[in-house]
């Protein structure tokens, strides 16, 4: 079993920036993929980013691209999401996700999500 904690939301001014960190615990050895996700209140779920864990692989939904950074860092078990540049749309719950396959079409394990808040 994997946990998955995030941490760095916050409150934050349009044009501002953030990092989102998601520290892996328990088998820890992931050897798929990991990604972003958030949803705003009243919206669907949906990507932000994500990362192949082996091959390094990033993918960007394209309303961060530019923007946004997906990094991984293997020693620290530890996901971060860079984000510059914020826009009040961005404003979510952020949530990492962790799967054990990159080719499966869904994640196995999700953490509990961070706030961001972006004013105008």
């Known amino acids: 079993q994997v946990q998955l904690v995030e941490s760095g939301g916050g409150l934050v001014q349009a044009g501002g920036s953030l990092r989102l960190s998601c520290a892996a615990s328990?088998?820890?050895?992931?050897?798929?993929?990991m990604g972003w996700f958030r949803q705003a209140p009243g919206k669907e779920r949906e990507f932000v980013a994500a990362i192949r864990v082996i091959a390094g692989v990033k993918t960007y939904a394209d309303s961060v691209k530019g923007r946004f950074t997906i990094s991984r860092d293997n020693a620290k078990n530890t996901l971060y999401l860079q984000m510059n540049s914020l826009k009040p749309e961005d404003t979510a719950v952020y949530y990492c996700?962790?799967?054990?396959?990159?080719?499966?079409?869904?994640?196995?394990?999700w953490g509990q999500g961070t706030q961001v808040t972006v004013s105008s």
């Open positions: 328990g088998r820890t050895f992931i050897s798929g993929a």
């Open positions: 996700a962790a799967k054990r396959l990159s080719t499966a079409p869904q994640y196995d394990y």
